[in-house]
Structure formats: C-alpha cells, structure tokens
C-alpha cells in the first residue's frame, strides 16, 4: 500500500500530510487530477459489476479449457 500510495503522490494524484500527533501520523488526499478520476472510474465500477456474471462465466470457462 505504501508503493502504491508513494506512486499516486509522484503522479500528482494525491497529496500527503503529516499530522502533528503522537505517535505521528499521515493523511491523504485528492487533488484536483485525482479528483478528475472519479467519474471515469465511477464508471468502470457500474460496468462491472453490470458484467460481473457474463465475466465470471467467461473465466470459469476458459478455466475448464485451459485444465483439460
């Protein structure tokens, strides 16, 4: 998790706040970029878990191919 929040903050899609606690601690969040992913990936999402059965049957058939 910490790779992949490291490479979401290099590529301006979040940013990192340290907080004045003890022990010490950290925030994330959006910026305008990252923000901008939410409708697109919002989107993605719908589409599938729309598809989610047609998508399941496709892999267990390719499973049962591929084992044979």
């Known amino acids: 998790m910490t790779q ?8 301006g899609m979040v940013v990192r706040r340290v907080l004045p ?6 925030e ?3 910026t ?10 919002g989107r993605l999402y719908d589409w599938t878990v729309n598809n989610a059965d ?5 892999q ?5 191919r ?3």
Request: glycine fraction near 4%; charge should be positive.
């Open 60 to 64: 267990m058939n390719y499973d049962r």
């Open 21 to 26: 606690t003890s022990p010490v601690g950290v």
């Open 54 to 58: 047609e998508i399941r049957a496709h």
């Open 32 to 41: 305008p970029l990252g923000e901008s992913l939410r409708e697109p990936f």
């Open 4 to 11: 992949t929040l490291r490479r979401l903050e290099r590529n």
């Open 28 to 30: 994330y969040s959006l």
């Open 66 to 68: 591929v084992q044979s």
